[in-house]
């Protein structure tokens, strides 16, 4: 096992660029996510990892061996990285147990041998009672743990996924998130999965690349991209909430609930502001006479209310026009005014 570095990768299409600099450090065994909307480069830095398009500058370093770079192309079939994709890409004639077995095939590896590793294959994704179907007769989801088990069959060291869910309903995502989450704890391969569903993205990855227009935007843990996303852009992007214009603050800092209600009473459009991000679970409703540390609530308009399940989304103007989205547990009529406390808020740096 060993490290995976992309150093200031670069590629362009015709003279359009559409990586920019990245640069990336992917320890042995790490689940990572890329993720960002649709066109920023995801597929493109895949590629190039699994070899099939050259970069145009930079390098792509796994352990101590080059695999990339702007003089330097290693091919795909030498990399031994298991790859996946949205498309199940299985032979249609070809039995699971055969479809599983093709990599083995193709590297000559003898017949006893292969058969094992189908087997262990197949145990991993549980389908060893489906070794003798034809894809035909199975279900979406079952195709897709088809591919994962042919892109484990050779033990590679990095698997490469290009939104293996994209193709299936939502249940069904769910139980395959739940495959994966096993499949990287059985095989301990370092996983690079490229995805423009944040959820699916939070709930797998030990990291996060999210990237926008070729660029990386932030790396980092799922909880420190939900917690102190780098950027307004960011933090519309993950998670819910809402990103308020106040007073003035620097950016990349928390800010306690006395001063946040400070910065929102001293907003004006006339003066320089800053915006801060305010999560729906950091809203209490509270009485209108409930101070604490010195600071009054903020009085709020319902204007809309959903229901979810489990809850319902509140959505609240502020006295100064802005709004608020909020949990509750109980719905709330339309109009009505109430005072609420926010808990705390993350400020952000505006958008480049
Ligand atoms: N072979 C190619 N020739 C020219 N342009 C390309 C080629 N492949 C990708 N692009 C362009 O590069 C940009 C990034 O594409 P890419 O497929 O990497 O994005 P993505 O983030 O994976 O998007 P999606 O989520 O929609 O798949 C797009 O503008 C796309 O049109």
């Known amino acids: 096992m060993a490290r995976l570095i992309l150093d200031n990768l670069h590629k362009s299409f015709h003279g359009d660029p559409v990586v920019k600099g990245l640069s990336l450090t992917i320890e042995p065994g790490e689940f990572v996510a890329l993720l960002g909307p649709s066109g920023c480069g995801k597929s493109t830095i895949l590629r190039m990892l699994a070899g099939f398009e050259p970069v145009s500058d930079g390098q792509i370093i796994h352990g101590t061996d080059c695999l990339s770079s702007a003089k330097r192309h290693v091919p795909t ?3 031994n990285f298991g790859m996946v994709f949205q498309s199940y890409a299985l032979w249609p004639h070809m039995s699971v147990k055969d479809n599983v077995g093709y990599p083995l095939k193709v590297q000559k590896i003898p017949a006893a041998e292969r058969n094992r590793r189908i087997q262990e294959a197949l145990e991993i994704v ?5 070794a003798d179907r034809l894809p035909a007769q199975l279900s979406g989801g079952q195709r897709q743990r088809v591919a994962l088990a042919r892109s484990l069959v050779t033990e590679p060291d990095v698997v490469l996924f290009d939104e293996p869910l994209a193709n299936l309903d939502r249940h069904l995502r769910a139980t395959m998130e ?12 370092t996983i690079v999965y490229v995805t423009h569903d944040q959820s699916e993205a939070m709930s797998l990855a ?6 926008n227009k070729g660029q990386l935007v932030q790396w980092g843990t799922p909880q420190e991209l939900y917690a102190t996303p780098k950027n307004t852009w960011l933090a519309n992007f993950i998670g819910r909430g809402s990103v308020l214009n106040v007073e003035a603050i620097a950016p990349q800092q928390y800010i306690n609930s006395a001063d946040l209600h400070r910065l929102i009473d ?7 502001t800053s915006n801060v991000l ?8 509270v009485e209108a006479s409930a101070d604490v540390a010195s600071s009054k609530p903020l009085a709020v308009t319902v204007r809309h209310c959903i229901f979810r399940g489990e809850r319902y989304d509140i959505e609240l103007i502020l006295n100064n026009g802005q709004t608020l989205l909020a949990y509750s547990d109980v719905p709330m009529t339309l109009e009505s005014l109430h005072h609420v406390r926010l808990g705390q808020a993350w400020s952000l740096e505006s958008e480049s």
């Open 77 to 79: 079939e030498d990399r």
């Open 126 to 130: 549980q389908l060893e009672d489906y």
């Open 178 to 189: 739940e495959t994966f989450r096993a499949f990287h704890k059985r095989t301990g391969a």
């Open 206 to 211: 030990d990291h996060i690349a999210v990237l």
């Open 266 to 272: 001293g907003y004006s459009p006339q003066k320089i």
């Open 278 to 285: 305010v999560r729906p679970q950091d809203i209490a409703f």
